[in-house]
């Protein structure tokens, strides 16, 4: 299972930045959490206009760590 994390930085200040982390996830393949990294990452002007996203993580989750999801 990997969880997606999206690092956005302020446009022309790149020491403020923060980490946006997926809450649809758990995936179950690496290749899914790519995908939802991505959806994000083109997202984030609408949400965020004066931030860019920099760069994206599929963090591995421990085996037996819960996530649960709302329906």
């Known amino acids: 299972m990997f969880k997606a994390l ?7 200040i790149s020491d403020q930045c923060q980490t946006l982390e997926d809450q649809l996830g758990p995936y179950e393949t690496e290749y899914d959490c790519k995908q939802r990294a991505l959806e994000i990452s083109r997202k984030v002007n609408k949400y965020y206009p ?9 963090k591995k989750l421990p085996v ?8």
């Open 64 to 71: 037996g760590k819960l996530k649960f999801k709302e329906n």
């Open 50 to 58: 004066l931030w860019k996203p920099l760069q994206y993580k599929c």
């Open 6 to 12: 999206v690092i956005i930085c302020v446009i022309g």
